[in-house]
C-alpha cells in the first residue's frame, strides 16, 4: 500500500532543525559570494528571515569571509505612524548589529513614485480606493513596482562592482493560505535552494515550510 504524505517534506521537523537548515542555505549563497537582498516588511515572517540571513552572515563573517546583506522595505506613505516607527526601528539595529560583527548591513526605504501615490491616483481620478478582497492595484503600485525598480537599479550597481548574482530572501510560507500555497509551488520556491522568480531573479524562501504556530 502506498502512502500519502498530508504535510510537505519538513513540515514536522522541529523548528531550530529547519532554522538550522536555512543557515546552512544561506551560508552556503554567501560562500558561493552572493550578496544578500532581504525583503523586510517588520512582520513575525520577514523579521524572521532578516534574523536568519543576519546569523548566516555573522558566521560567514566569522569563518574570514566578507559578507553583503542589503534589507529592503516599502513606505507606502500610507501606514499608520507607528508601523513606520516600528520597521525604521529595527532597519536601524540592524545596521547597529551589522558594524558590530564586522558585516556590510545596507538598508533602503522605497518609496512609490508620487504619481503612484494612494492620494493622488484616488484624488484625480486616475483609481478607486481599494478595500479588502477586492483588487491588488495598490499594492502593485505602492510595494512591487518600486521595489522591482529599486531592486533592477541595485542589481546593477552591484554587477558593475563586481558581486555576484544577488539573492532575494522572502519571508513567504506555504501554509499562509491555498492561494499563496498554489503560486509559491508554481515559482518552485525552496528553504534549500533558490529558485527563478517571474522577472527571473534568484530568490530563496528560509520560512517557506514553517508553520502560523512557530
Do not use: W
Amino acid at each position: 500500500m502506498q502512502s500519502i504524505s498530508l504535510f510537505p517534506v519538513g513540515a514536522l521537523d522541529p523548528v531550530e532543525d529547519r532554522a538550522d537548515r536555512a543557515i546552512a542555505a544561506i551560508r552556503r549563497l554567501l560562500e558561493a559570494g552572493h550578496p544578500l537582498v532581504v525583503a523586510y516588511s517588520g512582520g513575525k515572517d520577514s523579521s524572521m528571515v532578516a534574523a536568519l540571513a543576519l546569523h548566516a552572515a555573522t558566521l560567514h563573517r566569522a569563518a574570514g569571509g566578507h559578507p553583503l546583506v542589503v534589507v529592503t522595505t516599502s513606505d507606502t506613505l500610507v501606514e499608520s505612524p507607528e508601523v513606520t516607527e516600528h520597521y525604521r526601528g529595527e532597519l536601524g539595529r540592524m545596521r547597529v548589529f551589522g558594524k558590530r560583527h564586522g558585516i556590510k548591513v545596507i538598508t533602503r526605504i522605497v518609496q512609490p513614485a508620487t504619481a503612484a501615490t494612494f492620494q493622488v491616483k484616488v484624488l484625480s481620478g486616475r483609481a478607486l480606493p481599494s478595500f479588502p478582497g477586492t483588487h491588488g492595484d495598490c499594492s502593485t503600485d505602492l510595494k512591487i513596482l518600486p521595489q522591482r525598480a529599486f531592486r533592477r537599479s541595485l542589481f546593477r550597481q552591484l554587477a558593475e562592482q563586481g558581486h555576484a548574482e544577488p539573492v532575494t530572501l522572502l519571508g513567504t510560507r506555504y501554509g499562509e493560505s491555498a492561494r499563496r500555497n498554489v503560486a509559491m509551488h508554481q515559482r518552485r520556491e525552496s528553504a534549500d535552494a533558490p529558485a527563478r522568480n517571474q522577472d527571473g531573479d534568484l530568490v530563496l524562501s528560509p520560512v517557506c515550510h514553517l508553520r502560523e504556530s512557530f
